[in-house]
């Protein structure tokens, strides 16, 4: 917990508080104050509804009672104001305040930079290292709620006929397991590990934006608590699955809301990430550091950042579009009025789709650190991985309506869609196929990351190629909507996605916490994940076909054998998760001390002391090399020569890339 | 070990090694993956060019996956770091062009091939054929209704009967959400969207009952929205048309006595329970007396309990009006005032109220 603690500058850097003395405990930024307003927020929400509602002659109370439409109101406005109000007073925005009202900003003394102690993770701050572990944990946080739900639906699926939840609770169950598994598990996740790495991999001592930075990553916990926080609205939590298809969600309960307008924070924040990755791997790389020497994981960030920020706009169109639909009444969804339901689909998917992406490329990058450095080769057709990269980001964008072969959209979209998924699958078959090229004739460190790595392999391959069955309209007019899908998105995420997340989370260990895990915990955690996983939903592809559809609490009588077998393994695998987190607790409380470069890697996080100190390097690297050089005599990626200058260490950090 | 991890002259060794394995795994996956019996019963000439479509990618598929895996775990088996390997690296390849490009081109091309494929098996599957019947598939929350033409009138039916080898052509909307048609013996699927029109064609080919399906997340009741398929003779589907019209007139208000009698006194207790009567009230609700257990709506035992007859009327006619604890206004369907004939109504509130008692 003490991460950086031995690098830390003289305790004097801890944030005082302005003015001194418990009075000020109210207005000086922290948890305190955010609470205050968070009361307040609710406040200005309800005074706003009731205003509002007053002036239009609305009633407000009936038989003495607030009206439900009332409440609903101003829940719903809560829901937007409250957070923005809690953000204020945590502090996310004091500096960029004063700096507005042409107030004395305060003095640079990077006070909220570093962490002295396990508290400091919970206060805002500036420091990419810190903000990427506030990103880890917090999302494996939302993944052990996101798991246990999951555990839940297998429970109810174990038999058919009702076990523990009524339908309604069900279609909440998977609602909420989805959304948080991809907004606040693996889209945060990849952002933080990129976070803490990717400013070390390119030289620069943070990322280009802290202060936004550090907004960024408290956004995420108000989109995961409002989705969790959802079971407890009246009529229960949404229930519409992550897609949140209209008309089923401008018509539901008042817990749709709780989506709506969490996946808002969510995207909010991953625009702001992906924006900062783009300027800081643009304009704050190390000396000799071109485009051609990045290191394949800040590619793999580039080419992410580049989704993001020109997809995620539009789920936040499409749920604003359900926000005003359900709240105001707009008919965008309503046919008899002009409406188009449709529509959602097709603005939904222009950024779900790269989405499937964005929880990609990361882990893609992840991979091609991890394969190269325990093969000890250099990445296989270095280049046409990054072009693969930048040609899956362009494709991402033209497959969009593979989603819909069944929706009853126009039908000759379908054939242009189906050529492009298909031919997304080459750029992906390049990737795969230079991994398989770099691990020929290495000398393979087959320890835990290596073990996730080519696991990553086998299983994303799989997804990948029941994708390209998928994109055969045909076959998916039968497979639509069913267990075939679950199986493939799971291959695909699980398989894909989380194996790569587990391997990063392994290889950088070290780096983030200064100690090394326990390698045998952690090979025992790959296979029984490894093992389960495919006992979990290698079964569902053959109920798929057979004719089980998908978001059912409840199926027919022949599908109950194979329902079992993958309930059952599904606990296991619930189980191996607990592996993970002991290993993780246990090592980085009191696992052995990590030495600065445990993979002999020619990376740059690797070249400083594990963990990083604070302003990341106390030597300006030159890059001299590409970042994959094993096996070239004398090979050097990153050389540091000239020591920083006490002024350049004290300036503002953005300020001092180009130094 | 050493010495052979220094040699480059292997490779064509290892590569040798590597296909003989590659090409006895994928032939003996491909026999796994063909004996599986994937898909339900096929009654539909739509089904057998999509089955075989679904061979060919798993016979194309097995052994892109052999691949993959096979160099993995050949590489960990023969390259694997052995002792005294800690500090050893690898050799510098940085890549090799002519491969590079053969592994561009070629999935290419055999995406290519295979989008072709399927563009040609669309192309039979939903293409017109003469003698189509029409039937128009209606969703609703929670059930289908089935309207056939008939004359200049339309007959409705909970359960689709469909005559032997004629191709039909379905068309499809939905009253409320998206629901979506799907019988997984024809295998075809198509959203049933409200304010649209969308359409599906399949020409039954085998004698039998098939489930229809909902495979569009409709809310409550999504996973009870299901009904049936009847494949039967066509002088036995006539047969059925024509009882389907004299029930109709029989049911209809102003039908005046009608003519076949079929549903001469209304049984309440199979109105609760049939799927192919105007409600199916069963699939949501449980009721001790008809022996169902559907839990999408409230348990009828305990809200109707003692409850008046008129209280009974509203609930059917007006779902909303008032709503059980713990369940959500909206779910049920708000048209049995119009779906159900007065005789009907009155049948099933007097049924209710005595078995709720």
Partial sequence: MTATAQHSPASSHRSPSPTGGSRSRFRSPGHVRALLFLVLGVLFAAALVIAVRALYGF?????????????????????????????????????????????????????????????????????????????????????LIGGMLAMVIRAELAAPGRQFVDASAYNGL??????????????????????????????????????????????????GTMMVASFLAPGGSFATGWTAYAPLSTDAPIGQMFFTIGVQFAGASSIATALNFLVTIITMRAPGMSFWRMPLLVWANFSTSLLVVIATPFIAASQFLVLLDYALGFNFFVPEKGGDILMYQHVFWFYSHPAVYIMMLPGF???????????????????????????????????????????????????????????????????????????????????????????????????????????????????????????????????????????????????????????????????????AFNATFAPMHLIGVEGMPRRVSDYPEQFAGWNLFISLASFVLGLSTLVFLYNMITSWRGGPRAPANPWRSLTMEWQVSSPPPIFNFDKVPTVVGGPYEYGVPDAQHGIFTAPASEESKSSHPSREARA | MNGERQSARDAPVHVARLVTIGIIASALGIVLALLINWFPVSAAKQAKPIDTLWDVLLIVSVPVFVLVTTVV?????????????????????????????????????????????????????????????????????????????????????????????????????????????????????????????????????????????????????????????????????????????????????????????????????????????????????????????????????????????????????????????????????????????????????????????
Avoid at chain 1, 186 to 209: E, R, S
Avoid at chain 2, 81 to 102: F, S, W
């Fill in chain 1, 59 to 143: 009633p407000i109370a009936a038989d003495g009672k607030v009206t439900t439409a009332t409440q609903d109101g101003i829940l719903l406005v809560s829901l937007i104001a409250a957070p923005l109000f809690w953000l204020v007073g945590l502090g996310a925005f004091d500096y960029w305040f004063y700096w507005a009202a042409g107030r004395k900003t305060r003095p640079e003394d990077h006070s909220s930079h570093g962490a002295h102690s396990w508290r400091d993770y919970l206060r805002v701050n500036t420091d990419h290292k810190v903000i990427g572990i506030q990103y880890v944990c917090t999302s494996f946080i939302f993944m």
């Fill in chain 1, 174 to 223: 998977f609602s909420v397991h989805a959304s948080l598994m991809i907004f606040l598990f693996i889209i945060p996740i990849f952002a933080g590990l990129a976070n803490y790495v990717l400013p070390l991999m390119i030289g620069a001592p943070d990322m280009a934006f802290p202060r936004l930075n550090a907004l960024s990553f408290w956004m995420l916990p108000i989109a």
């Fill in chain 1, 365 to 531: 990058g992840i991979v091609s650190e991890v394969l190269s450095v325990k093969s000890r080769k250099p990445i296989f057709g270095y280049r046409m991985m990054a072009f693969s990269l930048l040609a899956i980001v362009l494709l991402g964008f033209t497959v969009w309506a593979h989603h819909m072969f069944v929706s009853g959209m126009q039908g000759w979209i379908r054939v242009p869609m189906m050529i492009t998924t298909a031919i997304i699958a080459v750029p992906t078959g390049i990737k795969i196929f230079s991994w398989l090229a770099t691990l020929w004739r290495g000398v393979i460190h087959l320890d835990t990351p290596m073990l996730f790595a080519l696991g990553f392999l086998c299983m994303f391959s799989l997804g990948g190629i029941s994708g390209v069955m998928l994109a055969m309209v045909p076959v998916d007019i039968h497979v639509s909507d069913t267990y075939f899908i679950v199986a493939h998105i799971h291959y695909v995420l699980f398989g894909g996605s989380l194996f790569t997340i587990f391997a990063g989370v392994y290889y950088w260990f070290p780096k983030m916490t200064g100690r090394m895990f326990d390698d045998r915990l952690g090979k025992l955690h790959f296979w029984l994940t490894f093992v």
């Fill in chain 2, 73 to 357: 775990l050949y590489s960990v088996y023969r390259w694997r770091m052995r002792p005294g390997e800690e500090l050893l690296d690898g050799p510098p390849i940085h890549g090799n062009t002519r491969l590079e490009i053969v592994w561009t081109a070629l999935p290419a091309i055999l995406l290519v091939a295979l989008c072709s494929y399927a563009y040609a098996v669309l192309h039979d599957i939903e293409e017109a054929k003469a003698d189509t019947m029409e039937v128009r598939v209606v969703g609703e929350q929670f059930a289908w209704t089935f309207f056939y033409r008939d004359g200049g009138k339309e007959l409705a039916s909970h359960d689709l009967y469909l005559p032997l080898n004629r191709p039909v052509h379905f068309t499809i909307q939905s009253k409320d959400v998206l629901h979506d048609f799907w019988v997984p013996a024809f295998r075809v699927k198509k959203d049933a969207v409200r304010g649209i029109d969308t359409d599906v064609r399949a020409t039954p080919n085998r004698i039998g009952t098939y489930p229809v399906v909902c495979a569009e997340l409709c809310g409550l009741g999504h996973a009870a929205m299901r009904s049936d398929v009847h494949v039967v003779q066509p002088q036995q589907f006539t047969a059925w048309l024509g009882k389907l019209r004299s029930g109709a007139q029989a049911a209809a208000p102003t039908g005046g006595g009608g003519g076949g009698g079929a549903k001469a006194s209304v049984d309440a207790k199979t109105l609760f329970t049939t799927s192919a009567q105007p409600v199916a009230c069963g699939s949501c609700h449980t009721l001790a007396d008809a022996g169902t257990n559907g839990t999408t709506g409230p348990d009828l035992d305990q809200v109707l309990k003692g409850k008046s007859a008129a209280f009974i009327k509203q609930s059917i006619e007006q779902p909303n009006a008032v709503i059980a604890k713990g369940y959500t206004p909206g779910i049920m369907p708000q048209n049995y005032a119009q779906s159900l004939s007065p005789a009907q109504l009155s049948a099933l509130v007097k049924y209710l109220q005595e078995v709720t008692k």
